[in-house]
C-alpha cells in the first residue's frame, strides 16, 4: 500500500497541472483595415524547458455567414500541418514559430479580406489543453466616391450620380447647400463584389429651380465613419458648355482635315497611273532597241523576231 499511495499522488499531481492549463488572450476583439495584415495572440503557459514536439496549436475561424468553421492553420506536435487548411487562407496564414518558446501562439493573417470578420477559436494542448476566442471585425472605409453628371434636355432633368466600395453596407444621403435634405427622387443600388465589399451606387433625378449646390454623403454606420462629395452649378454648366464646345471642335477639325487630305489623295492616283504617251514611247524604244540587236542575225532569224515583236 505504501507503495502504491506515492503513484496516486503524482497521478493527482499531473490532473492538477492539467487542470490549471489555462489559455488566456491578451486582446478578444481586433479590426483590421481591408487588406492590410493582422496579428491575433493568445498565450499558454510554459514551465521548464521548452520542447516543440509537445506543442499542438490549432486556430480555426467560424464566419459570419457560414456555418462550418474554416480550419485556419495547424500545428501537431510541433510539425506544421497544412493539409487541411481551407482555401481561402492558404498563403496567407501562418504561425510566428519564433513566438512559441514564450508561450505565445501569434497568428498572422496577411491581405486581409472582408471574408476573414468573424470568430476565431484558439487551441492549445501542451501538457494540458484549453481554448479562448477572438473576434475579428473587418473595415473598409470608403474611401472615393466616383460622381457622375448627366443632363438630359428633352427632360429638363439632371441626374447625379455618386458610387463608393466599403463595409460595411453604407447608407446615401443627398443634401442640398444649407444642409436641406432632398425630397425628390433618389435611387440607390447595391452589389457584392467577389471580396464580398458592398458597390454601392445612389442616383439623384431633379429639375433645377434656383443656384443650388448638391451633395452625396456615405455613411458607415458600424464604423461611425461619413464621406461625402459636393456637386456645383460650375460642374453642371461645364458639363453642358463642355459638350457643346467638344462639338464645335469636331466639326471644324474634321472639315480641315479633309480639305487637307483630298488634294494629296489626288495627286497620289494620278502619279500611280502612268500616262499613254509614255507607255508608247517606251514601247517604240524597245522595238529600236531589239532591232539593233538583231541586225547581225540572219535574214530569216530577223524578220521571225520581228513577227513575234509585232505580234
Known amino acids: 500500500m505504501f507503495r502504491i499511495l506515492p503513484i496516486l499522488l503524482l497521478e493527482v499531481q499531473l490532473y492538477l497541472v492539467r487542470a490549471f492549463f489555462t489559455v488566456e488572450v491578451p486582446q478578444q476583439k481586433y479590426i483590421a483595415e ?9 498565450r499558454f503557459p510554459v514551465d521548464g524547458q521548452f520542447n516543440l514536439k509537445d506543442l ?3 486556430w480555426e475561424q467560424q464566419g459570419l ?11 501537431h506536435k510541433g510539425e506544421e500541418v497544412l493539409k487541411f487548411q481551407h482555401i481561402d487562407y492558404r498563403g496567407r496564414a501562418t504561425l510566428l514559430h519564433d513566438e512559441l518558446k514564450l508561450g505565445y501562439s501569434v497568428l498572422q493573417i496577411t491581405s486581409v479580406k472582408v471574408l476573414d470578420a468573424g ?4 487551441l492549445i494542448d501542451y501538457k494540458g489543453a484549453d481554448y479562448k476566442y477572438i473576434t475579428l471585425d473587418v ?19 439632371w441626374v447625379l450620380t455618386c458610387q463608393s466600395e466599403g463595409f460595411p453596407l453604407a447608407e446615401v444621403f443627398w443634401q442640398i447647400e444649407k444642409n436641406q435634405k432632398v425630397n425628390v427622387s433618389v435611387n440607390t443600388t447595391y452589389t457584392l463584389t467577389t471580396d464580398g465589399l458592398c458597390n454601392v451606387t445612389s442616383s439623384l433625378t431633379f429639375k433645377p429651380h434656383a443656384n443650388e449646390n448638391y451633395s452625396c454623403t456615405f455613411w458607415n454606420k ?3 465613419e461619413e464621406i461625402s462629395y459636393h456637386f456645383s452649378l460650375s460642374q453642371m454648366s ?13 466639326i471644324p477639325t474634321c472639315l480641315i482635315v479633309v480639305i487637307l487630305v483630298s488634294p494629296l489623295i489626288i495627286f497620289l492616283r494620278r502619279k500611280s497611273f502612268p500616262k499613254p504617251h509614255a507607255k508608247k514611247a517606251k514601247k517604240r524604244k524597245c522595238s529600236q532597241l531589239e532591232k539593233e540587236e538583231n541586225r547581225d542575225l ?3 532569224t530577223q524578220d521571225l523576231i520581228m513577227i513575234n515583236v509585232t505580234d
Open 139 to 157: 473595415k473598409a472605409s470608403y474611401r472615393r466616391i466616383y460622381a457622375q453628371i448627366v443632363h438630359e434636355p428633352e427632360e429638363e432633368e
Open 298 to 300: 540572219h535574214p530569216q
Open 56 to 58: 499542438s496549436v490549432s
Open 222 to 224: 458600424e464604423l461611425d
Open 65 to 75: 455567414t457560414e456555418q462550418k468553421p474554416k480550419e485556419v492553420y495547424t500545428l
Open 119 to 122: 470568430t476565431y477559436r484558439c
Open 34 to 42: 481591408y487588406g492590410s495584415n493582422v496579428t491575433m495572440e493568445c
Open 238 to 250: 461645364a458639363s453642358v458648355g463642355g459638350k457643346k464646345s467638344l462639338i464645335l471642335f469636331i
